[in-house]
């Protein structure tokens, strides 16, 4: 059993899997979670950027359960592990899983589908206001910095973006819209 082999050489949903399980605190222990953190993260920024159907969805998913989980590792060392129902969030897993929703919804600004998809994922209802709260925050932390990456990749491919607020100009002057109702 090889660790970084369990992340990186098995498949994406997998290696989601094993990043997702709970009560598996030495599993996969910090090392090899930065290795492929380190590794995987830029060879994903470079196949999204290519021609190449490679998808988006699964290594969205597996950098932010890799960070996820790396942050529950180095949680755990600080704090232990415990057995008693009040400290049953301090599980890698499920640090896992909102790493993955926080940097999904960061990257994609999904609010809503987003939480569907790792709910229906996890089947533990538990995580639904984590996972929600989460998202909301990185998708607002990255609408402050910039836009979605899906919208950056349509500014690659030249393809023109419509804005919600359409941008009307009457002699070089804004038209206002309202003027008109």
């Not at 940097?103 to 929600?132: C, H, K, W, Y």
Request: charged share 10%; hydrophobic share 50%.
């Amino acid at each position: 059993y090889n660790p970084f082999a369990t992340v990186f050489f098995a498949s994406g949903e997998e290696a989601i899997h094993h990043l997702f399980s709970r009560q598996t605190h030495n599993e996969l222990p910090p090392l090899p979670l930065t290795v492929a953190l380190l590794l995987y993260f830029p060879l994903a920024c470079w196949t999204a950027g290519t021609s190449i159907a490679s998808g988006l969805v699964v290594p969205m998913l597996l950098i932010g359960g890799l960070f996820g989980r790396l942050v529950g590792c180095l949680a755990v060392l600080l704090f232990g592990v415990h057995t008693s129902p009040f400290w049953a969030w301090l599980d890698p897993g499920a640090f896992a899983l909102i790493g993955a929703a926080s940097f999904f919804g960061g990257v994609s600004r999904l609010t809503m589908s987003l939480a569907v998809i790792l709910m229906e994922m996890t089947n533990d209802i538990q995580f639904l206001l984590p996972i929600m709260v989460t998202i909301m925050v990185s998708k607002w932390v990255g609408d402050l910095l910039t836009h979605s990456f899906y919208h950056a990749l349509l500014e690659v491919r030249c393809i023109p973006f419509l804005d919600s607020e359409p941008f009307i100009t009457h002699n070089k002057q804004p038209v206002s819209l309202e003027l008109f109702r």
